[in-house]
């Protein structure tokens, strides 16, 4: 979904431009060219698939790849048998690597039976220099590597591996740019990701992100707030504000602006139903966010605040800068703020040197916070951070038990926080028809929950009030009031 691009009218004969995305749109003009020759030959459309592993970063970026690849004539397969299959990779935990080094396997009988197919990875775990001399090695039917800080590339590496026979690998170390207006295909047309800042200048101990996503860099407040209200031109109503750390956004500007600023400002854009927002670390929650919160109906009540351990002990040798007692505190203030906001977190078991008594402290926030659900982690090492050099590694046996334990808890206080609501009507943006039940839709609550309830697919984008009539669990199965009406 992008205005203005006219790739047909760009002079090819000349130099590429030196300037960005000026630059960019040359070579999805060239590869427009060369990809249209590839149909031709074929006889048929040329097809993509963008695969995407980890968070929400990733599958904004996987809409930017999108975006491209459907500007140069390539159409989605919906499957991995296609002409150019591209992994946004992860590399938070060991078990993300691992996958993609499983599904390349396939990969390549599938490229053996295909002469005009093309595989590209891209992504975090990219970043790190053994993953790419393993695929040297071992994986050299891959056409084209490139990493987080050069993503923006795409048209111009696309259209080079295109031209090589060998591997075309582009890695950076760090950037300090930002390229704005290249071309972005939705996942959903109603709702979307904006990237507010990149990177993460946090170091938890335990966390390769900073090495692989680089130091902070916040997007202007201008050019945020001008590709919201180009998105809500193109019918989005809902978006999701996207950094590692949004509580410290905007701190290294020309012009600081904090973070909480740049929400109410996006919260005035007519138009604009709904704003998320994720991560917020809680060592840089301000009062003037809970505020700004509180105020507006426009941002929703759901909050991402991840503790990573209860343990002040813990989360010292985590790097985490906050106290049980401090994140305690913050997490009650909120509360007391926004009565109806639905709290969520991440967790880490088994970090090095992690005891009973400490995972115990990790318990007792989980019973004292209440949190509508949970994202619980098995402690990964990756090679490179602080942590994995930490004497005391835990034993599978003991993290495992730990997990299961802390799992068993965080499903009981969710389906407890999740069951609140039955009887109350809520606000629901309708994302899809039901998998199951085609005669059902599917919308998601401010505070995330998600409700089933019947109704026509046309009502898909809207944003519908709904009787929340059975909880299931972690979910509702709910009435529309409008149809209650018509009834
Ligand atoms: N091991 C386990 N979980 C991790 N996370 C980040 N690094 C690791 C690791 N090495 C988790 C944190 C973070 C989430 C995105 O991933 O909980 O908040
Ligand atoms: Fe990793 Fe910590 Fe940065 Fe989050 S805040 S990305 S856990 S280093």
Redesign the pocket.
């Known amino acids: 979904m992008y205005h203005n691009l006219d790739l047909d009218h760009i002079d090819l004969t000349q130099e590429p431009p030196k300037e960005e995305p000026a630059r960019q749109c040359y070579f999805m003009a060239k590869a427009k060219k060369q990809v249209s020759a590839m149909c031709e030959a074929a006889g048929r459309p040329m097809t993509f698939h963008v695969e995407t592993f980890g ?1 929400q970063m990733n599958a904004r970026d996987s809409e930017k790849l999108t975006g491209i690849l459907t500007a140069v004539g390539y159409v989605p397969s919906g499957t991995e048998t296609a002409d150019f299959v591209i992994y946004n990779t992860c590399t ?3 078990n993300a690597n691992r996958k993609v080094y499983g599904r390349l396997g396939k990969l390549k009988r599938l490229k053996e039976e295909n002469p005009y197919m093309r595989i590209a990875l891209c992504g975090c775990m990219m970043q790190e220099s053994h993953v790419v001399e393993k695929l040297r090695d071992s994986y050299g039917f891959v056409d084209l590597v490139f990493g987080t800080h050069n993503i923006y590339q795409f048209a111009q590496l696309f259209c080079q591996a295109l031209e090589s026979d060998a591997m075309v690998v582009e890695i950076w170390k760090d950037t300090d740019r930002i390229v704005e207006d290249l071309p972005a295909q939705r996942k959903y047309p109603f709702k979307s990701g904006v990237n507010i800042m990149f990177g993460c200048n946090n170091f ?1 101990s ?4 900073p090495y692989v996503r680089g130091r902070e860099r916040s997007r202007s407040p201008q050019a945020i707030l001008e590709e919201i209200r180009k998105l809500v031109e193109d019918g989005v109503v809902e978006v999701m504000l996207l950094g590692q750390n949004v509580n410290s956004y905007g701190k290294t500007l020309d012009q600081p602006i904090s973070f909480a600023k740049l929400l109410s400002q996006a919260a005035e854009i007519p138009g604009l139903e709904r704003i998320r927002f994720m ?1 917020s670390h809680p060592k840089d929650l301000s009062d003037e966010l809970i505020q700004v919160m509180a105020s507006s109906d426009k941002i929703c009540r759901h909050l991402h605040l ?1 503790v ?1 351990s209860g343990s002040t002990r813990i989360l010292d040798k985590m790097n985490r800068r906050y106290t049980k007692e401090s994140y305690l505190d913050l997490a009650a203030r909120i509360k007391k703020a926004i009565p109806d906001i639905a709290l969520t977190t ?3 078991v088994g ?1 090095p040197g992690e005891t009973e008594e400490d995972f115990q402290d990790t318990l007792d926030v989980v019973r004292k916070v209440r949190y509508s659900s949970a ?1 619980t ?6 090679s490179g ?1 602080p ?1 994995a050099a930490m004497e005391e590694q835990i034993s599978a046996e003991v993290v495992q038990d730990r997990f299961d334990r802390l799992l068993t808890l965080v499903q009981d206080i969710a389906r407890e926080e999740c069951a609140v609501w039955e009887g109350t009507t809520g606000k629901a943006l309708v994302e899809q028809v039901n998998h199951q039940d085609e005669s059902l839709l599917t919308g998601r609550l401010g505070n995330n929950l998600l409700v089933h309830f019947p109704g026509e697919r046309s009502l898909i984008g809207k944003i519908v009030d709904v009787h929340l009539t059975e909880c299931k669990g972690f979910y509702y199965m709910g009435e529309m009031i409008e149809w209650l009406y018509h009834q």
Not at 206 to 209: A, G, H, K, T
């Open positions: 968070c938070v935990r060991e938890c335990y966390c390769i992100v991560t991840p990573q991440d967790i880490i970090f994202f982690f098995q402690y990964s090492k990756r951070t942590a």
